[in-house]
């Protein structure tokens, strides 16, 4: 008998749907993207730059620029023209009604009020310290970032304008000559080379000072009762551009080395004002000297 049949159902399996092979990205591809980005935004960046000089505002501040006006051939004679002015101190010739003659001088030449000449310098050598200089350097980026941002001029002087007149003494001649070769300045601001300003935003309070011809930093009982040599700091002051501070520088150098009497006005500081710890005259003993001599000067 043959064999019973038996019926199996064959299960074929179905064949599975064929995945497309993975595109994996291509390193060319990417970096032609990536240098096409770059120049997108390079390009945009230039645009802008070129264009926001026509569109942002000028700065508040006005642009510091010592270019003097040229005045034409009929305009009158200045001051200028006087053989007889010199730059430097007495005994130099003096001069005289320098108001008058810078009011007219401005007149020919107009130049926005209140400008400042910021005035600092150093010693002529090398300074001995290793790291003296790149410090001086450092100090001196300091002013004139700070005097760029606020519009002000800026003088650094390394030379003896006289020859017996060095170390602090020889801010003296300098500030006297900057007055005579600067009268669109109605402000000289000294600064001493280590003096270094913290806060690039503050603003001189001229308005403060309309009555005044000399600014310095101090204590007025420090000066006029305890007479202190440390009393103010002859380091940074302000002095307006004008006949008395003129007079002043004069009288203020009298008590330098210049003078034969040097000696003597060293014995005269240090009896004036006791906490004095060396003999030589000094300009901010000298500079407290007159303050309580000439204080209704």
């Given at each position: 008998m043959p064999p019973e049949s038996t019926s199996h159902s064959l299960q074929i399996p179905t064949p599975l749907t064929p995945k497309p092979p993975s595109r994996l990205p291509n390193a060319y591809s990417?970096?032609?993207?990536?240098?096409?980005?770059?120049?997108?935004?390079?390009?945009?960046?230039?645009?802008?730059?070129?264009?926001?000089?026509?569109?942002?505002?000028?700065?508040?501040?006005?642009?510091?620029?010592?270019?003097?006006q040229k005045p034409s051939s009929s305009d009158?004679?200045?001051?200028?023209?006087?053989?007889?002015?010199?730059?430097?101190?007495?005994?130099?010739?003096?001069?005289?009604?320098?108001?008058?003659?810078?009011?007219?001088?401005?007149?020919?030449?107009?130049?926005?009020?209140?400008?400042?000449?910021?005035?600092?310098?150093?010693?002529?050598?090398?300074?001995?310290?290793?790291?003296?200089?790149?410090l001086l350097?450092?100090?001196f980026k300091n002013k004139v970032d700070y005097s760029r941002i606020h519009g002000i001029d800026v003088?650094?002087?390394?030379?003896?304008?006289?020859?017996?007149?060095?170390?602090?003494?020889?801010k003296l001649p300098l500030l006297r000559a900057a007055m005579i070769a600067h009268p669109e300045a109605e402000w000289l601001w000294w600064v001493d080379s280590d003096a270094?300003?913290?806060?690039?935003?503050?603003?001189?309070?001229?308005?403060?000072?309309?009555?005044?011809?000399?600014?310095?930093?101090?204590?007025?009982?420090?000066?006029?009762?305890?007479?202190?040599?440390?009393?103010?700091?002859?380091?940074?002051?302000?002095?307006?551009?004008?006949?008395?501070?003129?007079?002043f520088l004069a009288r203020w150098a009298r008590l330098g080395p210049h003078n034969p009497d040097y000696k003597h006005w060293g014995e005269v500081l240090r009896a004036e004002l006791p906490d004095k710890l060396f003999p030589d005259s000094d300009d901010q003993s000298a500079l407290i000297y007159l303050l309580i001599k000439e204080k209704d000067r």
């Open positions: 990417l970096s032609a993207d990536v240098l096409i980005f770059l120049s997108g935004a390079a390009a945009a960046l230039l645009l802008f730059y070129v264009f926001s000089s026509f569109i942002l505002p000028p700065t508040p501040y006005p642009v510091s620029s010592n270019q003097f009158t004679p200045s001051f200028y023209d006087d053989p007889s002015l010199s730059y430097s101190l007495p005994p130099s010739p003096s001069v005289s009604d320098w108001d008058t003659k810078r009011r007219l001088w401005r007149h020919l030449h107009p130049f926005p009020p209140n400008r400042i000449l910021m005035l600092t310098g150093s010693q002529p050598s090398p300074c001995p310290n290793p790291i003296g200089d790149h350097l450092r100090f003088f650094y002087n390394s030379a003896l304008l006289h020859p017996s007149m060095p170390s602090f003494w020889a270094a300003i913290t806060d690039m935003e503050f603003q001189l309070p001229l308005q403060r000072y309309q009555s005044y011809n000399l600014v310095v930093h101090g204590w007025p009982n420090l000066v006029y009762e305890n007479r202190s040599w440390t009393a103010l700091n002859a380091g940074v002051f302000l002095l307006r551009n004008c006949q008395w501070s003129l007079d």
